[in-house]
């Protein structure tokens, strides 16, 4: 009897110990976020001349770039290899948002590379580039988390620039970190995603697309 007792309490021992890990919530650590920087050394370097030259920041980019630095790397691998994104060399790094107020505000992005459709204007053109590219974009952000803790930083921003008879054309997406978050989260849909952005045009003003 004693020994039948004895076996009761170990199972029931065990079955308390397997249900209480399997309920238990899972504590994020630094080790436990899917960071981009977690990509290899070897995916890091093939990217090295794709970040913005750190002498050429002004305003305090440079901090946010020295310290997230493997950060921006993954980025620009993730985009090359995983979003087959044509980013444009010595562009991954941290901009200044011009159009904001106070306390100097800036956001991790890039340029894109873009080939451009001339059967289309401007404003359309801008639209499809934006719902070809941008929410696959918008997905590879939740590997930001690290990087948008940081007071100021907002979110991100992508440039698609192009060539239109030898001038070059672009505009701008500004994406906040908020908005991404909750995209990725599945709270908002692509569609409200860039709804909620700010994107501006070739002159740096703000622009409406029929997004």
């Known amino acids: ?110 340029d894109v590379s873009a080939e451009y459709d001339g059967k289309l204007d401007y404003g359309r053109f801008c639209t499809r580039l934006i719902r070809e590219n941008v929410s696959g974009i918008a997905e590879e952000a939740v590997q930001l988390e690290r990087v948008f803790r940081e007071k100021n930083v907002a979110g991100m921003v992508i440039t698609f620039r192009w060539d239109n008879s030898g001038e070059e054309s672009n505009f701008t997406i500004w994406l906040k970190s908020a908005d991404l978050r909750l995209y990725n989260n599945g709270n908002i849909t692509a569609s409200e995603l860039y709804q909620r952005s700010t994107i501006t045009g070739s002159s740096g003003r703000v622009i409406l697309l029929p997004i």
Do not use: W
């Not at 079955?15 to 890990?21: F, G, P, R």
């Not at 305003?59 to 995983?82: I, P, R, T, V, W």
């Not at 087959?84 to 992005?109: A, C, E, M, N, T």
């Open 1 to 110: 009897m004693k020994h039948t007792n004895c076996l009761i309490a170990i199972l029931m021992s065990v079955v308390m110990l397997t249900s209480y890990n399997a309920y238990r919530p899972l504590l994020a650590s630094d080790e436990d976020e899917p960071v981009i920087k977690k990509c290899s050394y070897g995916e890091r370097k093939k990217y090295r001349d794709y970040l913005i030259d750190i002498n050429l920041y002004t305003g305090g980019g440079n901090l946010l770039h020295e310290k997230y630095s493997d950060e921006l790397l993954c980025l620009a691998f993730s985009m090359s290899e995983k979003q087959d994104i044509s980013l444009v060399k010595q562009s991954v790094g941290f901009y200044h948002d011009r159009l904001s107020s106070g306390d100097r505000v800036y956001y991790i992005g890039f």
